[in-house]
T-cell receptor
Framework: GQQLNQSPQSMFIQEGEDVSMNCTSSSIFNTWLWYKQDPGEGPVLLIALYKAGELTSNGRLTAQFGITRKDSFLNISASIPSDVGIYFCAGQLSSTLGRLYFGRGTQLTVWP | NAGVTQTPKFQVLKTGQSMTLQCAQD?????MSWYRQDPGMGLRLIHY???????DQGEVPNGYNVSRSTTEDFPLRLLSAAPSQTSVYFC????????????????FGEGSRLTVL
């Protein structure tokens, strides 16, 4: 199956710091998405990207769809304790019906 | 709206037992799917459905069966549970585009934690 390489695997940061994580793929995706999972909950969509080069913000979160369509990044500015959780990237191929491929996740810990 | 509802939330099985994880959504979504989440492995697609009567295999389908007799329900069946199926299972649904692909904006249930002894 398709592999999305998500990094870093985990991050330990101080409150107020900025965070950056990314996903790369060997295949070209037509959609990139970023999800967040709080402990004991299902993932929730943060940002969806549909065009190469697209840069989208959602509050303190900013994500970009790479020009090559093989990568995406997510930035979180001025982190706060409630940013703690697992962040997943996900992508959809234009050639594959019905499938989203997920990265392995980035575990974010924010120290007050 | 309840969104995506999964039952049970917790289940313990013995090896060889069978069970069904239930999933229901009330958003009239055409697309429904099942994922399993294991530590360090992310979310892996088990089976999915693009509409009632249509199902297909995902990345890790072995040991699981699904059916989609209605738009609302998408149960996942374990025919003979194995310890390797110990995991957290998530059901997710989405609208579909005109080409029947999920829009990507998946709505997840709260998960079902399964332990097979």
């Amino acid at each position: 199956g398709q592999q999305l390489n998500q990094s870093p695997q985990s991050m330990f940061i101080q409150e107020g710091e900025d965070v950056s994580m990314n996903c790369t793929s060997s295949s070209i995706f037509n959609t990139w998405l970023w999800y967040k999972q709080d402990p004991g909950e299902g993932p929730v969509l943060l940002i969806a990207l549909y065009k190469a080069g697209e840069l989208t913000s959602n509050g303190r979160l900013t994500a970009q769809f790479g020009i090559t369509r093989k990568d995406s990044f997510l930035n979180i500015s001025a982190s706060i304790p409630s940013d703690v959780g697992i962040y997943f990237c996900a992508g959809q191929l234009s050639s594959t019906l019905g499938r989203l491929y997920f990265g392995r996740g980035t575990q974010l810990t924010v120290w007050p | 709206n309840a969104g995506v509802t999964q039952t049970p939330k917790f289940q313990v099985l013995k090896t060889g037992q069978s069970m069904t994880l239930q999933c229901a959504q009330d958003m009239n979504h055409e697309y429904m799917s099942w994922y399993r989440q294991d530590p360090g492995m992310g979310l892996r697609l088990i089976h999915y459905s693009v509409g009632a009567g249509i199902t297909d295999q995902g990345e890790v389908p072995n040991g699981y069966n699904v059916s989609r007799s209605t738009t609302e329900d998408f149960p996942l069946r374990l025919l003979s549970a194995a310890p390797s199926q110990t995991s957290v299972y998530f059901c997710a649904s989405s609208y579909s585009s005109a080409s029947l692909r999920p829009t990507g904006e998946l709505f997840f249930g709260e998960g079902s934690r399964l332990t097979v002894l």
